[in-house]
């Protein structure tokens, strides 16, 4: 059994898609069920019933504690269990880091990095009466490399990668496996609900550097791919056993940089959890090999 947050559109609505037609329970998961996202989860009801595929939509606001809450509350009552959880819900910025509000800055980490821990939070008591289960966020290469004009989304990724990462060591030795991907630039509705920084007086300073955003914006929407293969990445991560999967996995072009980046931090993380003497404590159990 799967849920999905971010499930109207997108990779959300494509990764429900893909896992039920390869006979996975989805739980897809949006705001707005009876909104401005009927329209979504009645043409997922529609695709199930005309395919035979087990979907049912849940309402969830990543934002709300009471909601995050309430949705994993449900599903367990509907199944009894949550094998996988895919974070997928998440906004995107554009512009110069001066420009964002705020209140701006508040909005992408509620949804990006706090949406991730309320789930999270609200998810783990089940897969440890389980002793069970596979948390797998959906990153971003910009979570691991910094790009200008995207300063507010790299941080809430960087921080997402940070939460990923500790949750591996720490729920390793309890069966529960945490997985980040890291997708490259794809065309999905995100690209259409980018926001631009509201204090627009504040990119009065910066000259030419003010055509950065749209060099950025215009590079990353030629270089976007085909969603369906962070979909396919998604279920080859969760058909790979506990204790075989890795921590990390970059999905598409420019692969190598981030790559790169993974490979070292790796090699220095391993380091560091000897020199502090907890490297056993953040191993899977031996002989770990089923299905999350």
């Known amino acids: 059994m799967v849920l999905v947050t971010g499930a109207s559109t997108g990779f959300g609505r494509l990764f429900t898609e893909t896992l039920a037609r390869h006979s996975y329970s989805v739980f897809a998961a949006m ?34 504690d009471e909601s ?20 997928n819900a998440g906004i995107a910025f554009m512009g110069l880091t001066e420009s964002f509000t705020l209140v701006q800055a508040h909005r992408i980490f509620e949804t990006n990095f706090f949406g991730v821990l309320r789930m999270v939070r609200a998810t783990l008591p089940q897969l440890h009466k389980q002793g069970s289960g596979l948390l797998i966020q959906v990153s971003s290469g910009a979570g691991r490399a910094v790009f ?64 950065v955003p749209g060099i950025i914006g215009a590079l990353l929407d030629q270089a976007a791919g ?12 969760i058909e790979t056993p506990i204790g075989k999967r890795e921590l990390r996995y970059r999905v598409g072009k420019g ?7 993974n490979a070292v931090a790796k090699e220095q993380q391993d380091q560091m959890l000897k020199l502090f003497g907890v490297e056993e ?3 899977f159990p031996s002989g ?5």
């Open 31 to 64: 705001r707005n069920l009876k909104g401005k996202n009927a329209a979504a989860a009645r043409e997922l009801q529609q695709l199930a019933d005309r395919e035979s595929l087990n979907i049912q939509s849940v309402e969830l606001d990543v934002t709300e």
């Open 68 to 87: 995050c809450e309430q949705c994993v509350s449900e599903v367990i009552r509907n199944t009894g269990r949550i094998d996988v959880l895919v974070n």
């Open 148 to 211: 200008p004009a995207m300063g507010l989304y790299c941080a809430s990724k960087f921080a997402l990668e940070a939460l990923t990462e500790a949750l591996r060591y720490e729920l390793a030795p309890s069966g529960i496996d945490s997985v980040s991907m890291e997708p490259g630039a794809y065309r999905t509705a995100i690209f259409g609900k980018i926001e631009a920084g509201e204090d627009v007086a504040r990119n009065a300073p910066y000259g030419r550097t003010r055509e």
């Open 226 to 237: 085909d969603p369906q293969e962070v979909a396919d990445a998604l279920l080859q991560i």
């Open 255 to 261: 692969a190598s940089g981030v790559e790169a980046i």
């Open 281 to 283: 404590y953040t191993k």
């Open 288 to 292: 770990e090999s089923a299905k999350a």
